[in-house]
């Protein structure tokens, strides 16, 4: 298996590949939805011929390939696949059969389109149809933009075809170490940053750093109903959880609403590539604050999110809010200016008795004054907020600034928040800093065990908390080590003393030997 560099690597190449052949034809934010949209394609494709492949394979068949099997042949597995995997795809229609034949296809337009519908529509008046419906309605096959004749857009459709298509991940998609979706999202970004969506929040949670709250969340348990994240961009933190928890112990599934509709889709996408069935997800399209889809699937044991950092909200001028039974305990809504702590509630809301809640915040909401500290009050005074951990600076693409998690649960056995300092724990990547899985190991370890430790972690009574403004920045709490080298002063005088007597040494010794000169020249 590839490691998580190289395969970002081969990522990267294909989608700079792709980028420098439509240069000067499509516009670079326009482009995104090439690139996913046939990522899409070619990951889809293979999975479900993976799938055929493996039921043919432990019926006894092993030397047979999906992609090579007649279309009228595979119309009797239809209705199986369309109720197991939630879509059908001809195996014409597959990407590795459309681009084997791209180059020589006058039709190629006509033959992707006919794909996308077709793939679409396999899942009308199914189940799955939900599930389906728009994931490649951003792809514009005869769009202009990519060129202003047929054969110009087929062209360049089909170097997209076999940039993608040369992308070598080592492996199945479902066992790639990356979040393939939200990193070239992520990559997108970086290339065209000037008329992106990173305004919006848009930034994807490094692995790694899903990893830890993954594994905050599960700590200490072997199953939960269901997990849940109000603002999912690529699902990366959903998937994340399946994978550490087993997506078998997640008993009812997995939910998530996510607002822009991109990231949405990739999210849609993400789930059916892990092999999450569509029985088992529901993720739905809007705003989470004001339109959220999962009231009747609430409470949830896992919350696991990374919510866009300080951005605006409607907030007191819709009065309605205040009464919000997901707002209104705190009797304060977050400042219209900054939703963090808006999120932070609708989570609480949600969250069952027993269950844990890890938010990815941005620092500002642990000190900042008025209606955010009234909040933090109500989170505290009810005993809330079970643990803060400082992240390291530099961990997200587009934020440079230290975040930090808040862990929250219903239930606690003691009145007091644990602190922990891992602004430290980190090792270099490329322009960015990385959670080592050493790093991660350290910050559960203390979690776990929820003491004290010198430098590291405090953990303090709820009673100093609130004597201390609600304030609840780690460096309030955990003394930083000084790390600058400890001058011995009697030694230091010792030296100056040493110093002083040699220098007076030599001055004696220079004017020794001028008093010789001067007698010599008399």
Same mark, same amino acid.
């Given at each position: 298996?590839?490691?998580?560099?190289?395969?970002?690597?081969?990522?990267?190449?294909?989608?700079?590949?792709?980028?420098?052949?439509?240069?000067?034809?499509?516009?670079?934010?326009?482009?995104?939805?090439?690139?996913?949209?046939?990522?899409?394609?070619?990951?889809?494709?293979?999975?479900?011929?993976?799938?055929?492949n493996r039921l043919q394979a432990d019926a006894g068949v092993t030397d047979f390939d999906y992609a090579e099997f007649a279309d009228a042949d595979a119309e009797a597995?239809?209705?199986?696949?369309?109720?197991?995997?939630?879509?059908?795809?001809?195996?014409?229609?597959?990407?590795?059969?459309?681009?084997?034949?791209?180059?020589?296809?006058?039709?190629?337009?006509?033959?992707?389109?006919?794909?996308?519908?077709?793939?679409?529509?396999?899942?009308?008046?199914?189940?799955?149809?939900?599930?389906?419906?728009?994931?490649?309605?951003?792809?514009?096959?005869?769009?202009?933009?990519?060129?202003?004749?047929?054969?110009?857009?087929?062209?360049?459709?089909?170097?997209?075809?076999?940039?993608?298509?040369?992308?070598?991940?080592?492996?199945?998609?479902?066992?790639?170490?990356?979040?393939?979706?939200?990193?070239?999202y992520e990559y997108l970004m970086t290339m065209y940053a000037s008329n992106a969506g990173k305004s919006g929040g848009e930034f994807f949670t490094p692995q790694e750093?899903?990893?830890?709250?993954?594994?905050?969340?599960?700590?200490?348990?072997?199953?939960?109903?269901?997990?849940?994240?109000?603002?999912?961009?690529?699902?990366?933190?959903?998937?994340?959880?399946?994978?550490?928890?087993?997506?078998?112990?997640?008993?009812?599934?997995?939910?998530?609403?996510?607002?822009?509709?991109?990231?949405?889709?990739?999210?849609? *996408?993400?789930?059916? +590539?892990? %092999?999450? @069935? /569509?029985? &088992?997800?529901? $993720?739905?399209?809007?705003?989470? !604050?004001?339109?959220?889809?999962?009231?009747?699937?609430?409470?949830?044991?896992?919350?696991?999110?990374?919510?866009?950092?300080?951005?605006?909200?409607?907030?007191?001028?819709?009065?309605?809010?205040?009464?919000?039974?997901?707002?209104?305990?705190?009797?304060?809504?977050?400042?219209?200016?900054?939703?963090?702590?808006?999120?932070?509630?609708?989570?609480?809301?949600?969250?069952?008795?027993?269950?844990?809640?890890?938010?990815?915040?941005?620092?500002?909401?642990?000190?900042?004054?008025?209606?955010?500290?009234? *909040?933090?009050?109500? +989170?505290? %005074?009810? @005993? /809330?907020? &079970?643990?803060? $951990?400082?992240?390291?600076?530099? !961990?997200?693409?587009?934020?440079?600034?230290?975040?930090?998690?808040?862990?929250?649960?219903?239930?606690?056995?003691?009145?007091?928040?644990?602190?922990?300092?891992?602004?430290?724990?980190?090792?270099?990547?490329?322009?960015?800093?990385?959670?080592?899985?050493?790093?991660?190991?350290?910050?559960?370890?203390?979690?776990?065990?929820?003491?004290?430790?010198?430098?590291?972690?405090?953990?303090?009574?709820?009673?100093?908390?609130?004597?201390?403004?609600?304030?609840?920045?780690?460096?309030?709490?955990?003394?930083?080590e000084d790390t600058r080298p400890k001058t011995d002063i009697r030694e230091l005088n010792e030296r100056i003393r040493r110093i002083v007597a040699h220098e007076n040494?030599?001055?004696?010794?220079?004017?020794?030997?001028?008093?010789?000169?001067?007698?010599?020249?008399?």
């Open positions: 298996m590839a490691t998580s560099i190289q395969q970002k690597q081969e990522l990267f190449k294909a989608i700079w590949a792709t980028a420098e052949d439509l240069r000067n034809s499509v516009d670079g934010w326009d482009f995104k939805s090439y690139v996913l949209g046939i990522l899409f394609y070619r990951f889809i494709s293979e999975n479900i011929t993976n799938y055929v597995a239809r209705a199986q696949l369309v109720h197991e995997k939630g879509f059908f795809i001809l195996p014409s229609q597959l990407f590795g059969n459309v681009r084997k034949h791209a180059k020589d296809d006058p039709n190629l337009n006509i033959t992707l389109d006919n794909a996308f519908k077709a793939i679409e529509a396999s899942a009308i008046g199914t189940e799955s149809e939900d599930d389906l419906k728009g994931l490649f309605a951003d792809i514009d096959v005869n769009s202009n933009k990519l060129g202003g004749t047929v054969d110009k857009r087929n062209e360049q459709l089909a170097k997209i075809l076999n940039n993608i298509g040369n992308i070598d991940l080592k492996g199945e998609y479902s066992e790639n170490q990356i979040d393939i979706f939200g990193d070239a750093v899903s990893e830890l709250l993954a594994r905050i969340v599960t700590h200490g348990r072997e199953y939960v109903n269901k997990v849940y994240d109000p603002a999912c961009g690529s699902g990366s933190l959903l998937l994340k959880f399946a994978k550490i928890l087993g997506k078998n112990n997640v008993k009812k599934g997995f939910f998530g609403q996510e607002k822009n509709i991109t990231t949405y889709n990739l999210c849609r *996408i993400n789930m059916f +590539l892990h %092999d999450i @069935n /569509y029985s &088992d997800f529901d $993720i739905r399209n809007g705003d989470t !604050l004001l339109e959220p889809y999962h009231w009747n699937d609430e409470p949830f044991d896992a919350i696991v999110s990374n919510p866009p950092y300080s951005t605006k909200w409607v907030g007191s001028d819709n009065p309605t809010l205040i009464n919000d039974p997901r707002f209104a305990p705190a009797g304060v809504l977050a400042p219209k200016s900054k939703s963090d702590l808006a999120f932070t509630m609708h989570m609480l809301a949600w969250l069952s008795t027993a269950g844990t809640a890890a938010i990815v915040e941005f620092p500002g909401v642990l000190y900042r004054g008025g209606a955010e500290q009234k *909040i933090r009050k109500y +989170l505290i %005074d009810n @005993n /809330y907020v &079970d643990t803060v $951990i400082q992240l390291p600076a530099n !961990l997200f693409f587009g934020v440079s600034i230290a975040t930090c998690i808040i862990v929250l649960k219903k239930s606690k056995f003691e009145n007091k928040t644990l602190f922990i300092d891992a602004s430290q724990l980190f090792v270099h990547e490329g322009n960015k800093n990385k959670l080592s899985p050493e790093n991660i190991d350290a910050i559960v370890a203390e979690y776990a065990e929820h003491k004290q430790v010198k430098h590291f972690s405090a953990l303090v009574d709820n009673k100093v908390v609130a004597e201390n403004g609600y304030n609840l920045s780690v460096s309030s709490y955990v003394e930083a040494e030599l001055r004696a010794d220079i004017d020794a030997i001028i008093a010789e000169l001067e007698a010599e020249t008399l």
